[in-house]
């Protein structure tokens, strides 16, 4: 029993070394100014919604891979669009449907990785249906959820510019 508690207490001390170690990757996304007045016409809430949503999908992905670690992920949201009207759409636009009305929608994300040695590499992402017929789901950011998840697969396989 007294060499299993030792054990344990051992792997315990390891493995908070390990993590204090290797500090995952920093990120931060931000609106482009070009995108602002988009951003107000979708709502601010649904945005930074959409926003915090990036953050949480990247930081995820990228929390156990060590070629990432420590560096810093500043992203910049260039393009926005929903499947379905946002919340500020309904309330501007009473005309619109929140369960027909169905449009295109993706988003484009630019960047840069800054690396421990201050190194910069450029992030490009941009994800769109390109028909209606792509639109399967019915969540006001379906597509724009794909292009969250497809960029944070490219950056952990180390593909930081997609076109």
Known sequence: MRKFAFLA???????????????????????APAFERSAED????????????????????LADDPDLAGVRIELVLTDLRPNRPTAGQLRDRPGLDPVRSISIGGAVVDGRIVTADGRELPVHYERFSH??????GVGVWYDADRAWRGLAANLEAGRYVQR
């Open 9 to 31: 207490s051992l792997t315990a001390a390891a493995a908070l070394a390990a993590a204090a170690h290797a500090q995952p990757a920093a990120v931060t996304v931000t609106l």
């Open 42 to 61: 979708l709502g601010r809430a649904d945005v930074q919604a959409q926003m915090d949503r990036l953050v949480e999908i990247v930081t995820r992905e």
């Open 131 to 136: 028909t209606l017929a792509e639109v399967h």
